[in-house]
């Protein structure tokens, strides 16, 4: 079940780059929630998107894809008009998905360390340990980012090995502190933490330079402890704009 979801959701997003209806037939119509503000509810409403990004010519790179429970989630990058980087999260009901979340910014980069944001290891590991992981990285979220707990930083990365994606930082403790302790970037809430083995992604909700952000971070861990982390940000737009009432979250 786990693989042929999976597998599923492959075919889906790969669906972007032709524009055929039949790629969405993975979907529950009927049942399917939709939380991407700009996105209409239903398989028709992701018809006619993947119609309308398919006359771009668009590129399609399913980096990673995890699940957990009736969770899958991918880490994407997209080739439309422009290059960008995205997490897609799916809820199934049996064979097919009737929730979809996303976030999705525009590719930069590489960062000074040299990495990119989707470079680095692409399959789960220590699959015995994934409560464990998922564990870790949600008290991470809670007590470091939204607590502001710094001083407990040490407890849960691992410095020397610690490998930075986002584009706009390096590798290593002492820079991931600096970030921290700077006014820029608020966590408030942690709404959801999925985990396959020593990867994990947090959802979560806050602020970036005072505007409304949603931040969606994937850390893998080693040994107790995150040795690497890749994210997305996007401003949340207000509700005036939503083309569904779902919410992001």
């Known amino acids: 079940m786990t693989q042929k979801r999976k597998d599923a959701i492959c075919t889906l997003l790969k669906g972007i780059e032709t524009g055929d209806p039949a790629s969405v037939t993975v979907v529950n119509e009927a049942k399917y929630i939709q939380h991407n503000p700009q996105t209409q509810e239903g398989s028709e409403g992701l018809a006619s998107l993947f119609a309308r990004l398919s006359k771009t010519n668009p590129r399609v790179n399913i980096v990673r894809v995890f699940s957990d429970g009736d969770?899958?989630?991918?880490?994407?990058?997209?080739?439309?008009?422009?290059?960008?980087?995205?997490?897609?999260?799916?809820?199934?009901?049996?064979?097919?998905a009737v929730e979809?979340?996303?976030?999705?910014?525009?590719?930069?980069?590489?960062?000074?360390?040299?990495?990119?944001?989707?470079?680095?290891?692409?399959?789960?590991?220590?699959?015995?340990?994934?409560?464990?992981?998922?564990?870790?990285?949600?008290?991470?979220?809670?007590?470091?980012?939204?607590?502001?707990?710094?001083?407990?930083?040490?407890?849960?990365?691992?410095?020397?090995p610690f490998i930075e994606h986002n584009p706009e930082m390096v590798d290593g403790l002492a820079a991931l502190r600096s970030t921290l302790e700077g006014p820029a970037i608020v966590y408030q809430k942690l709404h959801r933490v999925l985990a396959e083995g020593n990867f994990v992604l947090c959802v979560s909700e806050g602020q970036r330079a005072g505007v409304h952000t949603s931040f969606y971070d994937l850390f893998r861990l080693s040994g107790g402890k995150?040795?690497?982390?890749?994210?997305?940000?996007?401003?949340?737009?207000?509700?005036?704009?939503?083309?569904?009432?779902?919410?992001?979250?």
Not at 136 to 157: M, Y
Not at 234 to 248: F, L, T
């Open 71 to 96: 969770y899958v989630f991918g880490h994407t990058e997209y080739d439309f008009s422009t290059r960008r980087i995205g997490f897609e999260v799916f809820r199934f009901e049996g064979d097919h």
């Open 100 to 160: 979809h979340w996303d976030n999705i910014q525009p590719r930069l980069g590489p960062n000074p360390s040299g990495h990119s944001m989707v470079d680095g290891p692409t399959e789960a590991a220590d699959l015995d340990r994934t409560e464990d992981n998922q564990a870790i990285a949600r008290a991470f979220i809670e007590q470091v980012l939204i607590d502001r707990q710094l001083g407990k930083l040490e407890q849960f990365i691992e410095d020397a």
């Open 226 to 249: 995150i040795a690497e982390h890749w994210d997305t940000t996007e401003k949340v737009p207000p509700a005036s704009e939503w083309k569904n009432d779902n919410g992001k979250f």
